[in-house]
Each structure stands twice: as C-alpha cells, then as structure tokens.
C-alpha cells in the first residue's frame, strides 16, 4: 500500500468521516488517493484557514477529532491560526500537511515550511513521518493523543516522497506511548478533603469551564450543584454545561458575565472549579479575585493548577470521573439557603438588560434567534461584541451547542466553524452569530457551503464598526476611533452572487420574519441586521479591574 | 535562583527543539545544557541549568516540561541533595619562568594538564562549581585563550 493510502485507511480505522482540506502540489498522492474513496466526506474549502476551523468546529459539535488537510508552504502556514485556536481551546484536532520530498527538506525547495517548527508551541504533539513504515503507527498515535487527556490539535507532516512508498499496512493494536500517561481519576484523599469543605461551606459556587464539555460531565454537574445547593457559574468555554434556565444558574462569568456571577463569585466561601483555568478575563484582578474563597481546583492537566489563583485542594483528573467520586464522598449537603437568597438577590438587581429603542438592538437580534429556534441550534460566533452577546442572550440548554473561539479570540473563526458542525449534524440549525467586521475575514466559505449545500445561516449584527475595539476606544481612549470604522460591501448582493440567499434587516419588526425565513429557507442565508451602531457590550469588568467593578451602563 | 533541571526524554528529533521552546518563549536564558544518551539508547538524559527570575513561572515550565510527550521524567536538583560536576578545558599562555606557578595551581585545584606546548597548556578538570570557579581565578593571572565547558551534569545522592 501507499504512504497516501495507508494514510486514508488509518483515517477510517480512527472512525473519521468527514474531513477538509484544499490541495496542493505536495499532497497530490493523498489527493488522488481520495479521488476513489466514498466512505469519508471530503469538503472542499477555498481557503486552509476554512478547513482548520471547520474541522474544529466539527470537533466541538461531536466531541471528535476533526481533521483538515493542507499542502506544503502556505497550505500549511494557513492553518496555523486554526492550529493555534484549537490548541487554546484544548479542542481534538488532526492537522494533516505535505510536505516537500524528504532529501529536500532544509534546502529552501518550492513551498518548503519547517511546519512540525512552526507549530510546536501550538500542537499537542506533532510528527514529520520519515519513514512510511511508521505512518500508520503515527496517525494511531496523533488521534490517541489529540483525544484524551487535556485534548488539543495534533499535526502529521508527510513528505510527498513517502505519500508514495510503499509498505505494508499495519494497524498497531494499542497505543503505548511511554511519557504519556493522563492521569483520569482524582486522589482518593484528595476527593476527601474536597467533600468535607464543601460540606462545611456556606456560600460555595460552581465555576465550569469547557473541561465539563469535553469530559460530557454535564449529567454529574447538574447533580453535584442540586445535591449540594450551590450557584452554578461557567466560563465562555463552559456555556451550555448547564441549562441556561436553571434556578441554580448564573450565568457566565467574568469581563462580560453577568453581575450576579461576579459578585457570587467575589462572595463566595469555596469555589469548585470544573475543567476552567482561571483565565485573565475570568478573574480580573488576580490579587483582589475572591478573597474568602478556598479554591477547589478540578482539572485533567496539571499545568492549570494553581497557574492563576492559589488552589487549596488540587484535583488532577477528568472532569465526569472526579464529580462522580466527590458526588460518592459527600454525605452532607451544607445549608445554602440564605446564600441562594443573596444569589437571587443579585439576580434582580443586577439583571442583564439593555434599553429598548427603534433602531435594532444586537441584543433583541440574539434573543430573537433564542426564542425562536428554542435553544436547539447550534451557535457559533465571530470574536468581539458578536460573540459576547451570543454569549449572553440566548439560553443554551445543551453542551455542544455554543462554538466559540475561546482563548485565541480569532476573528473570522465562527463562519467556517458553523459549517463544521453542520457537516457533523446536517438536521441541526446552525447559527454563525457574527460581526461585519469577522465575517468578511472567511467570508470565501461561502462558496464552500453553497457548492456543498452546508445549508448555514448567518446573522451579521452590522453595525458598521469593529465594535469591541471601538467599544475599548470610547471607554478608555478618548472616542478617538482609529480604524475601527468599517466601509462593508453590499452583504446581501455579496451573499447572492455566491448562490446564497441575502435578506438585509433594518426594522426591529423584520427580526423575527428574517429569522424564521433564514430557517425555513433550504439554502445558505445571510441576514444583514444593521443594529444600533454604538451599542456597547455590558455589564464590562475593565482590564486590571476586580471583578466586582463592573461598569453597568445600560447602552 | 539558579536551577539545576534534569529532564529524561524519548532519544527523538526535534525534542531538544520543543524543551528549549518552553524556556525561549518566556525568554529564558539557557545558562548550561548538556545532552546525552543513557544506558537505554531510546532514553536521553538532558541537564539544564536556568537562572529562575520568578520561581512560579519556572515551576510552570516544569509542569509543562512534564507535559510534552515525548518527556518521561523532570527533576529539579536546586532542593535536594544532589551532586554535580562539569568538565572544563581551558588553553593557557604563560612565560617559561611561571611554569611551576601554573603546575601548582593546577595540582592544588584537582586539574590536570593534558598538554605543554610553545608556552601553552592545556588544563583539564572535572568538579563542582565551587572549585571550577576557584580554579578559573587563579589562571587569571595567566593569559587564557580559550575555555570550554561541557556543562553541568547532576545526579541525586
């Protein structure tokens, strides 16, 4: 067998049966290779940054490793942004890249990157195949590795020359990698420790992060928080761990959390913290960040402990083994009613709002998407004000369903993801909740969905503006908006001369028409919403703020 | 705070590459690192020796060292008993008249001279940090003209 075919027989012992890429001269082997294979969906992007985000937002919406494939050089290099943003995200990600003959590598040949150089701090792991008889012991291992533990994008970079040598195919049996063993239970002793202060608190609160979603922990977190009475609070990367409608919910956390979260946490006796890390736009002020708490920290790598904050109970582990042993353990739920009460307290002081007006408020656009679509879609979102009112005003009831580029914060990341995850569920809604300013950063996948008919809708919330820069601009720079007004194209004759179907929206009673139309529609929609255009993004932590001084402001 | 960090990895390529990345990224200086196989071939041993200018980021980078894949075991020598040596060659100029001088500094820090030539020696010592730099003092007097360390080696007593 080939290099080329064994590489596509080990895809498909690995379960893969979608993936996407774009050729090029130096993976014509594994192309041609394709050219006859039916069981596994190739897509076709028009760009490799596309197929490096839609093969992680495939990887979220499943919980599968996505693959994508890319040619030496600039194929490869276009990926780095997707390799990166799935790498913050500890998202499950293949990245397969040619690469040029083996005699000629660090001769400077045609489309030559060193991309296993390139890429080592943004992979898990990553491989430059030097012998194809190691090739399908690599892909067994890339996938092991890419998928357990603390997940994240591995990359497999193979020579055209061994593409096309010849070997015998051998599938290893197991996968034995000696420096690599995660560690999926918490220690008994710890787990103890753990139980007895949370027995003993009075005002403890659950902070989730994307762990819980990735481990599918969220059965045993709505357990531990009903069992034991405790405010549940998440992070970006945690929405949908638990359902937005709980009583028990507050909401995410953090820069742009609600405020009944911040001050819960910022009050709170003991945090619980599942598969979070405490990140910068989580904490705010690291040394004034919830002074009372003692911090149990719940996490599968070891390296996110006590990274931030100063944890009092370390639990290395995977987020569904370790509740399920602390849900064993405690025997004694601690009495959180007048806790609760303060919770609901904050919850009707500080409620999420913004002021109704004529002109299209963003935040009715989303809540509209909500409402009518009954928290089933799956949203993905750009990066800025687009993705934080994703964030805040629609009601994820299930894990999965909320795609959003976490840690990297890359623009033009939700669109080509959107399409991922509707490969992964074509009988799903899928929503890209996006800015004017992202979507024209992968706007060329549109061509990509129509040819495939990956029937995506969008909705631009068009308001002419980068518009958290800007938002930071008129907060903290003075209004002086350098470069952060936008010139758009026409979106809706942009969206038509792809094939796709256009709808513009400029009356706050079209919304919801344009939404149910964009659903109903067996086509690509793009809805054009021109929303209020100085509209600002609140409750706002400011950087290097605690995180109980929020700016309020109803814009 | 100096550290002496011993890291046992799998013998592979571009696994020096990804160690050295870790303390690069945060702009570490690499003071000393010395690479060699162990009695396994498959199995490297790597001493490194980092100046830590905040010791939580450096406990980070071992978690993270810990991390990689190809890593197998991390120690950090700086507490516990330990000990470590380092070989240095050193090529010296003196005038014919401070020969004894050079030979007795030599003898008196353990050092050995592997080579008299046109006035140049060539010294040689295995030792502790201590010594070497003792040693290294009292060849100022003297013209050196090259040195050579091999880097610090350590193993737990």
Known sequence: ?555 | MRHTISVVVENKFGVLARIAGLFSARGYNIASLAVSETLDPGVSCMTIVVEAEDEKILEQIKKQLNRLIDVLTVTDFTKKEHVDRELVIVKVGYSGKDKAKLEDIADKSGAKIIQHKDNTAIIEMVSGQEQIKALLEGLKQFSVKELVRSGRIAMTK
């Not at chain 1, 599968?64 to 390799?83: E, F, M």
């Not at chain 1, 002793?189 to 989730?208: E, F, V």
């Not at chain 1, 979106?491 to 256009?502: C, D, H, I, P």
Request: aromatic share 8%.
């Open chain 1, 1 to 555: 067998m080939t290099g080329a075919k064994i590489l596509i027989e080990a895809l498909r012992r690995e379960g893969v049966e979608a993936m996407f890429g774009y050729p090029g001269g130096q993976v014509l082997p594994i192309f041609d290779a394709l050219y006859d294979v039916k069981d596994i969906r190739f897509i076709l992007t028009r760009h490799e940054q596309g197929a490096a985000h839609a093969a992680d937002g495939y990887a979220r919406a499943t919980g599968k490793p996505g693959v994508c494939l890319a040619t030496s050089g600039p194929g490869a290099t276009n990926l780095v942004t997707g390799i990166a943003n799935a790498y913050m995200d500890s998202i499950p990600m293949i990245a397969i890249t040619g690469q040029v003959k083996s005699f000629l590598i660090g001769n400077d040949a045609f489309q030559e990157a060193d991309i296993t150089g390139i890429t080592r701090p943004i992979t898990k792991h990553n491989y430059l195949v030097k012998d194809v008889r190691e090739l399908a012991r690599i892909v067994r291992e890339a996938f092991y590795i890419a998928s357990t533990g603390r997940q994240g994008p591995v990359l497999i970079d193979i020579p055209s020359d061994i593409q096309m040598k010849e070997t015998e195919f051998i599938w290893p049996e197991k996968v034995d990698i000696k420096g690599y063993k995660p560690t999926y239970f918490g220690h008994p002793g710890q787990i103890k420790k753990a139980a007895k202060i949370i027995s003993a608190s009075k005002k403890p609160i659950i902070y989730a992060g994307g762990g819980v979603i990735t481990s599918g922990a969220s059965p045993e977190l709505r357990e531990l928080a009903e069992k034991i009475q405790a405010p549940v609070t998440w992070t970006l990367m945690g929405i949908g761990c638990f359902p937005a409608t709980h009583k028990l919910s507050l909401g995410m956390l953090g820069m742009h959390g609600t405020a009944y979260a911040n001050h819960a946490t910022m009050e709170a006796d003991v945090i619980i913290a599942v598969g979070a890390r405490f990140d910068d736009r989580v904490t705010g002020r690291i040394d004034k960040f919830a002074p009372n708490a003692k911090v149990i920290h719940v996490d599968i790598d070891p390296t996110s402990i006590s990274k931030n904050v100063n944890v009092d109970i370390p639990i290395v582990g995977d987020a569904k083994n370790v509740l399920g042993q602390l849900l064993e353990q405690i025997r004694k739920a601690p009495d959180t009613k007048e806790w609760l009460k303060t919770a609901e307290g904050w919850k009707k002081k500080y409620p999420l709002a913004y002021k109704e007006k004529k002109a299209i408020k963003p935040q009715y656009v989303v809540e509209q998407i909500s409402e009518i679509t009954k928290g089933d879609a799956i949203i993905t979102t750009e990066v800025g004000q687009n993705q934080m009112w994703a964030a805040q005003w629609y009601k994820y009831m299930h894990p999965r369903t909320f795609i959003s580029s976490g840690g990297l914060g890359t623009m033009g990341f939700g669109f080509p993801a959107a399409l991922g995850a509707k490969v992964a569920y074509p009988e799903k809604t899928v929503f890209d909740v996006a800015g004017d300013g992202s979507i024209q950063m992968n706007i060329q996948e549109l061509a990509t969905c129509v040819c495939n008919k990956i029937n995506v809708k969008i909705a631009i919330l068009n308001n002419n503006y980068l518009g958290m820069v800007r938002q930071w601009q008129e907060l903290f720079y003075k209004k002086r908006y350098s470069h952060t007004c936008l010139a758009n194209p026409d979106f809706v004759k942009l969206a038509e001369s792809f094939g796709a179907v256009g709808i513009r929206v400029t009356k706050k009673e079209d919304v919801k028409k344009a939404i149910q139309k964009a659903i109903s529609t067996d086509n690509v929609v793009l809805i054009d919403f021109h929303v209020e255009q100085e509209e600002n993004v609140f409750p706002m932590v400011p950087a290097g703020e605690a995180l109980n001084n929020m700016i309020e402001g109803l814009a």
